[in-house]
T-cell receptor
Framework: EDQVTQSPEALRLQEGESSSLNCSYT??????LFWYRQDPGKGPEFLFT???AGEEKEKERLKATLTKKESFLHITAPKPEDSATYLC???????????FGTGTRLKVLA | DADVTQTPRNRITKTGKRIMLECSQT?????MYWYRQDPGLGLRLIYY???????NKGEISDGYSVSRQAQAKFSLSLESAIPNQTALYFC???????????FGPGTRLTVL
């Protein structure tokens, strides 16, 4: 069964304290892995798409990486405004449907 | 103006009432999706549509129905609302030939 698991469920960091969020997946034939940011009461906002192992994408303090079994979202020197829930999803092969993980709630303290 | 809009943004209703949530998009995308989000369960797919004549059930379609009135409009109905349908509901769109889904701002629905 295709599945996406994110860890940790919640993470508290001090401002400037770098860390990583994990997204592990089981899907036959990965077509794309997606990272989204979601602020409370708002819709998910697209961050990155990764397609193949070894690929990396960066945006400001965020860098997403991909292996054959998992993806990491690295946050370098985070700021309080990076506080949000980060969602990971994979495309169910051949369907154009996403399978979402339950997300990691990140809180960055000033 | 937002590319994907949802109305209403908040709704409180009573058990047994019929409710319609609406989604409109100006992105020109053919594919549209309805999700619900519950704490600890993540986003789950209710229905999806690849064009006006193509509507498909997702993993949790029981108790819901949809209507694709035009390329830009996709409505979700709860025929007889029940309390466990209390959730955040999101609409999303996706372009043909593209992988990324874009989400609306959501509707918070409370069924008493």
């Amino acid at each position: 069964e295709d599945q996406v698991t994110q860890s940790p469920e919640a993470l508290r960091l001090q401002e400037g304290e770098s860390s990583s969020l994990n997204c592990s997946y089981t899907v036959s034939g990965l077509r794309g892995l997606f990272w989204y940011r979601q602020d409370p009461g708002k819709g998910p906002e697209f961050l990155f798409t990764l397609y193949s192992a070894g690929e990396e994408k960066e945006k400001e303090r965020l860098k997403a990486t991909l292996t054959k079994k998992e993806s990491f979202l690295h946050i370098t020197a985070p700021k309080p405004e990076d506080s949000a829930t980060y969602l990971c999803a994979v495309e169910e092969p051949g369907t154009y449907k996403y399978i979402f993980g339950t997300g990691t709630r990140l809180k960055v303290l000033a | 103006d937002a590319d994907v809009t949802q109305t209403p943004r908040n709704r409180i209703t009573k058990t047994g009432k019929r409710i319609m949530l609406e989604c409109s998009q100006t992105k020109g995308h053919d594919r549209m999706y309805w999700y619900r989000q519950d704490p600890g369960l993540g986003l789950r797919l209710i229905y999806y549509s690849f064009d006006v004549k193509d509507i498909n059930k997702g993993e949790i379609s029981d108790g819901y129905s949809v209507s694709r009135q035009a390329q830009a409009k996709f409505s979700l109905s709860l025929e007889s609302a029940i309390p466990n349908q209390t959730a955040l509901y999101f609409c999303a769109t996706q372009d043909l030939g593209a992988d990324t889904q874009y989400f609306g701002p959501g509707t918070r629905l409370t069924v008493l």
